[in-house]
């Protein structure tokens, strides 16, 4: 069974800083995807990350980026430089196996508070 | 790139009636939707598969019977809460797979729908 845990309810960042948000998985497949969504009050699921299980590199995408590890099985999301709409939930989520139909699991989500 | 739309945005419905939650790709065909259910300051609950053309795939816990899925067409899933109650009382959110030959397929999220149950 496949499980991703975000040990952090919420966090609290001043303005211009950097921060990272935890994430940690479980999975028996080789191949798997992770991925980091940011949701506003709004509701609307926003894409920020993506890091595939043979991907060598960290991925990066503006000022958000992936420090995977995994041997420990982690994937924690950095932010730097943070601005005050930033302040959201932040999903970590784990798609796993091969092909491009499989779902998608979410974990509990940390709320960022961005501060001035 | 790509667009899921989903309607309605919100509802309000009386006790025992039922609603339904549309979820459109609109530039490109999904064969796979999954529909997602998530209660206020909680995470997305997978809630079932929808695949075009054959039954849906429910995740445990989830009552067929009470959300029925339809996938009729490579654009459209629909989401019916049949006898709705105030526990029903969530938000929706659908998400479509657009899959290019060569790549993982990639996935779109709808806007999502909020659904009181009065």
Redesign the interface.
Do not use: K
């Given at each position: 069974a496949q499980k991703i845990t975000q040990t952090q309810p919420g966090m609290f960042v001043q303005e211009k800083e950097a921060v990272t948000l935890d994430c940690t998985y479980d999975t028996s497949d080789q191949s798997y995807g992770l991925f980091w969504y940011k949701q506003p009050s709004s509701g609307e699921m926003i894409f920020l990350i993506y890091q595939g299980s043979y991907d060598e590199q960290n991925a990066t995408e503006g000022r958000y980026s992936l420090n995977f590890q995994k041997a420990r099985k982690s994937a924690n999301l950095v932010i730097s430089a943070s601005q005050l709409g930033d302040s959201a939930m932040y999903f970590c989520a784990m798609r796993g196996g091969v092909g491009g139909y499989n779902k998608l699991i979410f974990g509990a989500g940390t709320r960022l508070a961005v501060h001035p | 790139g790509a667009v899921v739309s989903q309607h309605p945005s919100w509802v309000i419905c009386k006790s025992g009636t039922s609603v339904k939650i549309e979820c459109r790709s609109l530039d490109f065909q999904a064969?796979?939707m999954?529909w997602?259910r998530?209660f206020p300051k909680?995470?997305?609950?997978?809630m079932a598969?929808s695949n075009e053309g054959s039954k849906a795939t429910y995740e445990q816990g989830v009552e067929k019977d009470k959300f029925l899925i339809n996938h009729a067409s490579l654009t459209l899933s629909t989401l019916t809460v049949t006898s709705a109650h105030p526990e029903d009382s969530s938000?929706y959110?659908c998400?479509a797979?657009q899959?290019t030959a060569g790549?993982?397929?990639?996935?779109f999220?709808g806007?999502?729908s909020?659904l009181t149950v009065l």
């Open positions: - | 064969t796979t999954f997602y998530q909680q995470s997305l609950m997978l598969t938000f959110i998400s797979i899959v790549r993982a397929g990639e996935l999220f806007e999502g909020r």
